[in-house]
């Protein structure tokens, strides 16, 4: 069974900090997902990770395959980034970080 | 291109009554997901259909609840005499091929947002 684990649930942090949220899985896997859901609203799919790094503006997602395990960092955060962060894996998302950026 | 259509939003069912949840893919789509999102909680994958067949419904409770993928029109779940339980966020996703495989992203619908009262 797949299981996907984020951590931390929860994370606040002042406009300006460098944001880390952690995904570790079970299963081997040919892609892994980053998602993005602001508060009542939709999901954004921000990456699709098979290995190494990519880079959007301000959001960089790592992967290690042999560990299983990525992340999703955000450099110079800010309010607007607040919004739960979503690891999927093979139909199977983590429970999500709720980041909050105070001004 | 219009993006993944989900409807209605917001639906507000009686308890026992019958709710159906639309989904129209991304033009050249032809593999939907649905996910449900219980309040304060994660997604939890349901069903993955591929044109006019079940692929994965591992996810989907086996009573009340059924999904369809027609080889014209939206994909619908469909969920009969609701309970309180059912009150959730429903989302679908859709994709052009296998979602992870060879570099293909999946879309989500805005979701439908369903209320049993």
């Known amino acids: 069974k797949n299981e996907v684990e984020q951590s931390p649930q929860n994370l606040t942090a002042q406009e300006g900090e460098f944001i880390t949220i952690n995904c570790s899985y079970s299963?081997?896997?040919?892609?892994l997902h980053w998602l993005q859901q602001h508060p009542g609203g939709g999901i954004v799919s921000l990456f699709m990770?098979?290995?190494g790094k990519k880079k959007h503006g301000r959001l960089i997602a790592t992967i290690n395959i042999q560990e299983k395990h990525s992340s999703l960092h955000i450099t110079a955060s800010h309010p607007r980034d607040s919004a739960v962060y979503i690891c999927a894996v093979k139909l199977t998302f983590g429970k999500g970080t709720l980041l909050t950026v105070n001004p | 291109n219009a993006g993944v259509m989900q409807n209605p939003r917001h639906l507000v069912r009686r308890r026992g009554q019958e709710a159906r949840l639309r989904c129209s893919p991304m033009k050249g789509h032809s593999h939907v997901y649905w996910y449900r999102q219980l309040p304060e909680e994660g997604l939890k994958f349901m069903v993955y259909?591929?044109?006019?067949?079940?692929?994965?419904e591992s996810g989907m409770p086996k009573e009340r609840f059924s999904a369809e993928f027609p080889k014209e029109g939206p994909s619908i779940l469909r969920i009969q005499q609701v309970v309180r339980g059912d009150s959730a966020a429903y989302f679908c996703?859709?994709?052009?091929?296998?979602?992870?495989?060879?570099?293909?992203?999946?879309?989500f619908g805005q979701g439908t947002r369903l209320t049993v009262v």
């Open positions: 990770l098979s290995s």
């Open positions: 996703a859709s994709s052009p091929r296998v979602w992870g495989q060879r570099n293909t992203e999946a879309f």
């Open positions: 299963v081997g896997i040919s892609a």
């Open positions: 259909l591929q044109k006019e067949n079940i692929i994965d």
